[in-house]
Structure formats: C-alpha cells, structure tokens
C-alpha cells in the first residue's frame, strides 16, 4: 500500500460522518444541516485530488471548493 493511499483512507474517515449524517438528513435541524454539506464536499474534494495526484496532476483548483 503506498502511502498516498493510506493517507487518502485516513480522510475518508470523514464520510462516516457525511453518511450517517445523510441518513438522518430529516431528524437533523435545518441549522445544523450545512456542516453535512460540507462534510460531503470534503469527501468529493479529497476523491478528486486523490484521483488527480494518481494520474499524474498536482491541482490546487479542487482545494479552492473549501473557500
């Protein structure tokens, strides 16, 4: 296993979070809701660079979806 890979597991440790989060979407406060949403855009940004760094791409773009 290399060790970019490991490192992308230990990010996704996150979606636990992101998933239970959406199951429960409709008990959760509307308040609260927003941190689900970005729970899940960490999950597809950390996807997508690990996608990128794979094949070969080292972007920053994908990192601007935080701000």
Do not use: C, H
Request: charged residues 5%; positive net charge.
């Amino acid at each position: 296993m290399s060790v970019l890979f490991i490192n992308y597991l230990m990010s996704m440790t996150i979606s636990l979070a992101a998933i239970t989060g959406s199951l429960r979407w409709g008990k959760i406060d509307p308040s609260n809701r927003p941190i689900i949403v970005a729970w899940w855009i960490v999950v597809i940004t950390e996807t997508i660079q690990y996608l990128l760094i794979n094949l070969g791409m080292y972007s920053n773009l994908v990192y601007n979806l935080y701000m």
